[in-house]
């Protein structure tokens, strides 16, 4: 199977800049989905295809993805950014889908 | 707008079967995929499978010989079964649209993406 692998955890002070990484085989190949999960809440979708925001997820959400790494980078953070925060993709050669272990978000 | 509500006993016991349903309301079953993903206590987001609306399934691997998802497109609906449930299947159980995106040639992307999630339901196995 195809592993994604993700910090446990990330540290930011607010208004500085969040980057969470999703580690991969060739992950730069692959379409890389992103979610926010609060405590107690379902996943949000707050980027897909490696970049792209759904309607209504605020501009300071970007991603990229490139080489071995995917990389969902937060700006000017703020505490309700505090979260997990999962990647996903679409494994074509064993033809399933994968999340990584996730990555808690903590706002200083 | 379309919205997802699981649906299905807390409790299970060891060795019997889950059952859950998973009710569309806002939007027709057809033309999407449908997820069922759960996440144990804790842990992190598990996929269990998805199912095409045309009735064509894709299960995970760890999980395929007890899994079996289906669809109702009369009401709306599609469903989970899990045989020989052990404690190990205790987990929030959340139903998940897929995505419908289109790319700048106009071409659809993004389909194994969830856009749209239930609120989840927890499933407890003990006996």
């Known amino acids: 199977s195809y592993v994604l692998t993700q910090p446990p955890s990330v540290s930011v002070a607010p208004g500085q800049t969040a980057r969470i990484t999703c580690g991969g085989n060739?992950?730069?190949?692959?379409?890389v989905h992103w979610y926010q999960q609060k405590p107690g809440q379902a996943p949000v979708l707050v980027v897909y295809?490696?970049?792209d925001r759904p309607s209504g997820i605020p501009e300071r959400f970007s991603g990229s993805n490139s080489g071995n790494t995917a990389t969902l980078t937060i700006s000017r953070v703020e505490a309700g950014d505090e979260a997990d925060y999962y990647c996903q993709v679409w494994d074509s050669s064993s033809d399933h889908l994968e999340f990584g272990g996730g990555t808690k978000l903590t706002v200083l | 707008q379309v919205q997802l509500q699981e649906s299905g006993p807390g409790l299970v016991k060891p060795s019997e079967t889950l059952s859950l349903t998973c009710t569309v309301s806002g939007g027709s079953i057809s033309s999407y995929y449908w997820s069922w993903i759960r996440q144990p206590p804790g842990k992190g987001l598990e996929w269990i499978g998805y199912i095409y609306y045309s009735g064509s399934t894709n299960y995970n691997p760890s999980l395929k010989s007890r899994v079996t998802i289906s669809v109702d497109t009369s009401k709306n609906q599609f469903s989970l079964k899990l045989s020989s449930v052990t404690a190990a299947d205790t987990a929030v159980y959340y139903c998940a649209k897929g995505a419908e995106y289109y790319d700048s040639s106009g071409g659809r992307t993004a389909w194994d993406a969830f856009d749209i999630w239930g609120q989840g339901t927890m499933v407890t196995v003990s006996s």
């Open positions: 060739n992950i730069g190949s692959k379409s």
């Open positions: 295809d490696d970049s």
